[in-house]
């Protein structure tokens, strides 16, 4: 297929959207036994005639299983929002109780604590199933990027435990920002997402100081473990083509409120080259919309940040689909020729981050994030299988780019261009990844005593542990294991040529 249709009715801007409710469960069971092209196309919006046929014919397999996946999600999502609430709950029930024990002690005295959501004690499943937060090496937050491995190592943990952080609520990460990590905390923003017609794009901003700041850091929350709308977002396949830029995942476009699938042409009005605040596009916008959205409340506050602290570099970062966020936000600030803001970029890091679009977009930022040495760190853990989704195949287009720190189970890391079994299925990894998650479960049980005591997994760590025997990419994809990583591996990153 051709990269370019500048002549087509999008003005060159194409697009294929996934359309689960445009049929039932009789289309899906015709389409998986039958096969043929007319299923597929009943499930799909493109912006051209041509298109649609082609991937109706290449990619029916894709269609199919991202429709299969995003049905099965909307049939969850409500059971899994009152078993998110019902488990946040209990979970903060038992720990501002002092455990289960506590909480029967305090029901006989009547001093049972009621857990408050939204305030600074309420804790996420995030936060519950690793409860680190204090920095590893605070004091080396001072020098600069690739002065020495302790600097570089001590960047990076910030990254992930703000990437960790990001999944709290704006009072707990206040909280500890201001008295932790002794720190400037900027704001909390809640994104507003125009095709789920909720603010479900959660992002915080912060400085290392309120004056004359040096770093300015940006986090995105990630897949929240109850959450059907994000997870949706995950398997989703609808995609935009940016001429000259590439294709970008839409599910990710809109959850930075750049645009709704419902009405495609939004997303060519947001991303324009040289689209500024006023651009005709944006003008049929509702007002006030555009600062409600995580891509302009945040630019628009960067902006001014780096007005205001003269010296100040920034810096992106996210785990699970705050890592799509984290890249896809410089990606959108390129593309708008944001390049004063641009080169203030100190750097990316993403913790098992998906794909976000394909070889053509990860050619267009290797150029610009690469030199004069790169700024896009990407770090993979073991048998993660967020970063080996959407697929990277002949049929799934999405292709992964920038540096990719890999880390083994043992925590050994090293420098790759791609992490090893790239779309996870393959069948010559099946056994070892079973026989991984044992040891990763058995490793659970002593690291507290082999590691020091931060390093001790709680029970529902170890729980998820018990889950990644049937499931080992789910597992792994817990923040738990980036943290042990980044503090871990720090003797191999000195040997990483960055």
Request: overall charge negative; charged content about 20%.
């Amino acid at each position: 297929m051709a990269t370019e249709f500048d002549d087509s009715p999008t003005g060159g801007f194409r697009y294929l959207i996934v359309r689960p409710e445009n049929g039932g469960i009789a289309d899906l069971v015709r389409g998986l036994v039958r096969g043929g092209e007319a299923t597929a196309v009943k499930f799909v919006e493109s912006s051209d005639e041509d298109l649609l046929g082609a991937v109706a014919v290449d990619h029916r397999w894709v269609i199919l299983v991202s429709v299969i996946a995003c049905k099965i999600i909307a049939v969850l999502g409500k059971p899994m929002e009152w078993t998110g609430c019902l488990v946040e709950f209990l979970l903060n029930l038992f720990s501002q109780n002092g455990s289960l024990l506590g909480l029967f002690y305090n029901l006989l005295h009547g001093k049972v604590v009621i857990p408050e959501r939204g305030s600074e004690t309420f804790i996420s499943t995030i936060g519950h199933l690793d409860g680190r937060i204090d920095l590893y090496k605070r004091d080396d937050l001072v020098k600069e990027v690739g002065d020495s491995a302790s600097g570089e190592q001590a960047l990076m943990d910030l990254c992930i435990i703000a990437a960790k952080l990001a999944y709290e609520n704006a009072n707990v990460i206040r909280n500890i920002v201001v008295h932790h990590w002794k720190m400037h905390f900027v704001d909390f923003y809640n994104g507003w997402n125009d095709f789920q017609k909720q603010c479900s794009t959660q992002v915080f901003i912060l400085c290392d100081k309120p004056k004359d700041a040096n770093l300015i850091l940006i986090s995105f929350r990630g897949t929240e473990p109850f959450d059907a709308d994000d997870w949706s977002t995950d398997f989703d396949y609808s995609w935009y083509e940016i001429p000259k830029l590439g294709k970008v995942h839409m599910g990710f476009l809109e959850a930075l409120g750049l645009g709704d699938r419902a009405n495609a042409a939004t997303f060519q009005a947001h991303l324009q080259v040289n689209a500024g605040p006023a651009s005709t596009g944006r003008k049929k916008l509702l007002p006030g919309m555009l600062e409600r959205t995580a891509y302009y409340a945040v630019r628009n506050k960067l902006k001014s940040l780096l007005m205001e602290h003269k010296k100040a570099k920034f810096i992106v970062t996210g785990h699970s689909l705050g890592g799509a966020l984290a890249i896809l936000f410089p990606t959108v600030l390129l593309l708008h020729e944001e390049k004063e803001v641009m080169q203030r970029l100190l750097g990316v890091y993403t913790f098992g981050q998906p794909r976000v679009g394909n070889q053509q977009l990860g050619k267009f930022m290797e150029a610009h994030l690469d030199h004069p040495i790169p700024k896009y760190f990407r770090v993979v853990y073991c048998n993660d299988l967020v970063p080996r989704l959407p697929y990277d195949d002949n049929t799934f287009l999405y292709k992964h780019f920038g540096v990719c720190l890999y880390y083994d189970s043992w925590y050994i890391g090293q420098k790759v261009d791609e992490e090893p079994n790239r779309n996870y299925f393959g069948s010559r990894y099946l056994i070892p990844e079973y026989l991984n998650a044992v040891w990763e479960l058995m490793r659970s049980l002593t690291m507290g005593y082999m590691q020091g005591p931060e390093y001790k997994e709680g029970w529902l760590s170890i729980f998820l542990r018990v889950i990644g025997l049937a499931l080992p990419g789910v597992s792994a994809h817990s923040p738990t294991n980036y943290v042990n990583s980044v503090r871990l591996g720090k003797e191999y990153i000195s040997g990483m040529s960055f």
